[in-house]
């Protein structure tokens, strides 16, 4: 099992930055890859950016292009993935989650992620 708790969530201003952390603990060593998605009111949850664990490569949904930047930091004690945001948008408001996944498939497919946080709001005012 593994447990992912997200925090750094908050309100910003339209144009600013946050940045989103998300703690792994458990049996973290047979994870392949980590991901943030997000879910607005009355939207489907989509993915936003993942990192592959083995590699650390990383992709972005088209929707947030360059202005977003995962990175994984571990070791012996610590796990934790981070979402770098700027340039945020109003709609950009959303619930943010991190998931976790021992295997493959298409990234952006919620099915094949098995761990998931509670997620952080983030909020964008224009």
């Known amino acids: 099992q593994v447990q992912l708790v997200e925090s750094g969530g908050g309100s910003v201003q339209a144009g600013g930055s946050l940045k989103l952390s998300c703690e792994l603990s458990?049996?973290?060593?047979?994870?392949?890859?980590v991901a943030w998605f997000r879910q607005a009111p009355g939207k489907e949850r989509e993915g936003v950016a993942v990192?592959?664990?083995?590699?650390?490569?990383?992709?972005?949904d088209d929707a947030v292009g360059d202005r977003f930047a995962i990175t994984l930091d571990r070791d012996t004690t610590n796990y934790t993935v981070s979402l770098q945001m700027r340039t945020l948008q109003p709609a950009e408001s959303a619930m943010y989650c991190c998931?976790?996944?021992?295997?493959?498939?298409?990234?952006?497919?919620?099915?094949?992620?098995?761990?998931w946080g509670q997620g952080t709001q983030v909020t964008v005012s224009s």
């Open positions: 998931a976790a996944r021992e295997g493959g498939g298409r990234w952006s497919l919620l099915t094949t992620w098995s761990y």
């Open positions: 458990g049996s973290t060593d047979r994870l392949t890859a």
């Open positions: 990192i592959f664990t083995g590699t650390y490569y990383s992709f972005y």
